[in-house]
């Protein structure tokens, strides 16, 4: 039986589904005249134009991703880049067997990044995953099977801990809930809105696993003092014999800082550094969802980690949390290295930081806004209102942006900054000078109303989720 039920098909009807003939071929949504059920799973089959087009409606509704200012992950990219992800969909990232050169581009990609991040051996220690979260969770499993073998005498009676700033991505809330690790973080204090060395190692005891710096921070863009971190624990480690490693979120800045910044020590020049992930689907201009992780040498990823899968007959070690995922973002991942080059790369992401930062001092000219941050390091900027009695708030700026389309998120920061509500800007590939322009003029043909207001409107109840990102 066909699986195709409107009129002509097979002469039967749906019964669910009245059909207008006329309407079905230009408009395969609006000849039906019933909708199908949206929380069950309908009983009888649709034809495949009118169930395309009734998603594809609902899904107008979303946002236009290119002017949402929110999100670090990418947005865009070339058609030659979706041509290829459409080539791969059926590829299952785990069947090392079956798909052997999509596994080989993932270990150039793991090579690639080794060398770009100074690492001490050849080929490079690490993987693929679905994101940096994941990535994290790794790195951090790493972390703590390695402290639990070095204290074996008193695991599993102590409890471990790992320090970081406040201003942690929420994977790191994550990593410590679910694999039972103490969170130590250290607060914001004045204007300094992310982690402090020296209240870092202050933190660590026997019981610490790592610490986690961030390259660079989801709340204001700003890199974390990587080196200076490594530094006050050198420092502790001469005065206690603690002997604390670094792990390196460069979920946005270890696509960034390499090529923009290269005198930047942050990466595994630092001996303590080891380990590091990355976002490929921010900075390493993928669509969603890539992630790497990376390890400094062999002896930083504990061995009884790695799963071994049959590939070729041999055997090829993995560390994930999924078995199955697509192979196409590692695909596109590939591509994106091979298009650019490091030359190719250090232009786009200097595009993003110049489009950040004219962007930050235009604001900035304005006079009702002071910045937190001027793009100059993540290719993003935080600002506030300059008057916290003003007629206006930062949620009133988001509120408003909005209705012109533009995502703008505000949130309130962390301890002890509870105090402070800011504005947002993420830069990327595809946000040209020109929309920045564009978004110019809304705020400054805004600006007058806002002034106007004769007090900030209410708060909204949930500030924008979308700024973690
Ligand atoms: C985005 C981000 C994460 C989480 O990465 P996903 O790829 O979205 O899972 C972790 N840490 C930092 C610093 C981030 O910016």
Known sequence: MSLHRGPGADGARSPRLSVNPFLQEAFPAAATAEVPPRH??????????TAYQIVHDELMLDGNSRLNLATFVTTWMEPQAARLMGECRDKNMIDKDE???TAELERRCVSMLSALWNAPVDHGVGCSTTGSSEACMLAGMALKRRWAKRNA?????????LVMGVNVQVCWDKFCNFWEVEPRLVPMEGNRFHLDPQAAADLCDENTIGVVAVLGSTFDGSYEPVADVCAALDALQERTGLDVPVHVDGA???????????????????????????SGHKYGLVYPGVGWALWRTHDDLPEDLVFRVNYLGGDMPTFALNFSRPGAQVAAQYYTFLRLGREGFRAVQQSARNVARSLAERIDALGDFTLLTRGDELPVFAFTTTDPNGPFDVFDVSRRMRERGWLIPAYTFPPHREDLSVLRVVC???????????????LRTLLPELRAQSAPLDRPRSVATAFHH
């Open 40 to 49: 069950r799973i309908p009983d009888a089959p649709i034809a495949p134009e």
């Open 99 to 101: 798909y052997p050169r």
């Open 153 to 161: 005498d008193r695991y599993p009676a102590a409890r471990p801990n």
């Open 252 to 278: 946005s800045g270890a696509m960034v800082a390499p090529f923009l910044d290269p005198d930047l020590v942050w990466d595994f020049r630092l001996p303590r550094v080891s380990s590091i992930n990355t």
């Open 428 to 442: 990327r590939n595809g946000f040209s000078a020109d929309l920045a322009d564009l978004l110019m003029e809304d």
